[in-house]
């Protein structure tokens, strides 16, 4: 979704990680800016990046980037953070064709109910949340909201169910599930998870000539021979 938001950025010259530390301590962030032509390495605000990433929109905000004075509509594909300040350590931007199609991400936000809750004691999962979708820069919705109230035991909605309008193409899989209502029967059952073998005896095991051997008849020794009479 495009917003009326300005992001001014200044072109850097010097890369690595002390002049990027540099940066930080003056209270900016290293950025580079892709798409058409070669890329561009910049700084900019990490307060303001932050506001762009908290909004409604969120990522899929497409903004005015000004690069000493040449102004040109851009939107965040990826960004780093501290793990443990959370502040914004590094960012890239790319330049927005607004006639030309792109690839957006798009959150799934349900309402109501379920009927399979409320009235036959099923228990309600979201399983997706978010969806893929090919549309013009200026048509990416903040989110697609689906009303689940009339949803039963053992249905669902699908990707498929969320309603494109204006240019909008759907790219994820049209059977994705995004959320149902299952039985707690089945959720357990899915939350055991497969039975465990049974556990082998412990012992070592009896070679077969050996286990035969001891279950053969036992053979008698052979008669001696009797000693010859002795002649009177």
Same mark, same amino acid.
């Given at each position: 979704?495009?917003?009326?938001?300005?992001?001014?950025?200044?072109?850097?010259?010097?890369?690595?990680?002390?002049?990027?530390?540099?940066?930080?301590?003056?209270?900016?962030?290293?950025?580079?800016?892709?798409?058409?032509?070669?890329?561009?390495? #910049?700084?900019?605000?990490?307060?303001?990046?932050?506001?762009?990433?908290?909004?409604?929109?969120?990522?899929?905000?497409?903004?005015?980037?000004?690069?000493?004075?040449?102004?040109?509509?851009? =939107?965040?594909?990826?960004?780093?953070?501290?793990? =443990?300040?959370?502040?914004?350590?590094?960012?890239?931007?790319?330049?927005?064709?607004?006639?030309? %199609?792109? #690839?957006?991400?798009?959150?799934?936000?349900?309402?109501?109910?379920?009927?399979? #809750? %409320?009235?036959?004691?099923?228990?309600?999962?979201? #399983?997706?949340?978010?969806?893929?979708?090919?549309?013009?820069?200026?048509? =990416?919705?903040?989110?697609?909201?689906?009303?689940?109230?009339?949803?039963?035991?053992?249905?669902?909605?699908?990707?498929?169910?969320?309603?494109?309008?204006?240019?909008?193409?759907?790219?994820?899989?049209?059977?994705?599930?995004?959320?149902?209502?299952?039985?707690?029967?089945?959720?357990?059952?899915?939350?055991?998870?497969?039975?465990?073998?049974?556990?082998?005896?412990?012992?070592?095991?009896?070679?077969?000539?050996? %286990?035969?051997?001891?279950?053969?008849?036992? $053979?008698?020794?052979?008669?001696?021979?009797?000693?010859?009479? $002795?002649? $009177?």
């Amino acid at each position: 979704m495009r917003k009326d938001i300005t992001l001014v950025a200044e072109p850097r010259e010097t890369r690595g990680k002390n002049a990027a530390r540099r940066l930080r301590v003056a209270h900016k962030s290293p950025a580079v800016l892709y798409g058409g032509g070669e890329p561009l390495a #910049v700084t900019v605000s990490p307060k303001e990046v932050t506001k762009i990433l908290m909004s409604p929109s969120s990522y899929n905000t497409i903004f005015n980037l000004e690069v000493q004075g040449q102004v040109t509509p851009v =939107i965040i594909i990826d960004w780093q953070t501290h793990p =443990i300040k959370g502040n914004v350590l590094h960012v890239d931007l790319k330049r927005v064709d607004l006639n030309k %199609k792109m #690839v957006a991400k798009v959150p799934v936000v349900t309402t109501g109910d379920p009927h399979g #809750v %409320k009235l036959q004691g099923g228990h309600y999962e979201l #399983v997706n949340r978010e969806v893929e979708i090919e549309t013009l820069p200026d048509e =990416i919705p903040e989110n697609f909201t689906i009303d689940v109230a009339a949803l039963k035991l053992n249905e669902s909605v699908r990707a498929k169910d969320i309603p494109m309008t204006g240019s909008m193409r759907l790219m994820s899989d049209p059977e994705l599930v995004i959320s149902h209502v299952v039985s707690l029967r089945e959720e357990a059952a899915a939350e055991a998870g497969p039975a465990e073998p049974e556990v082998a005896k412990k012992g070592k095991k009896e070679e077969p000539a050996a %286990k035969a051997a001891k279950s053969a008849p036992a $053979k008698s020794a052979p008669a001696k021979a009797a000693a010859p009479a $002795k002649k $009177k």
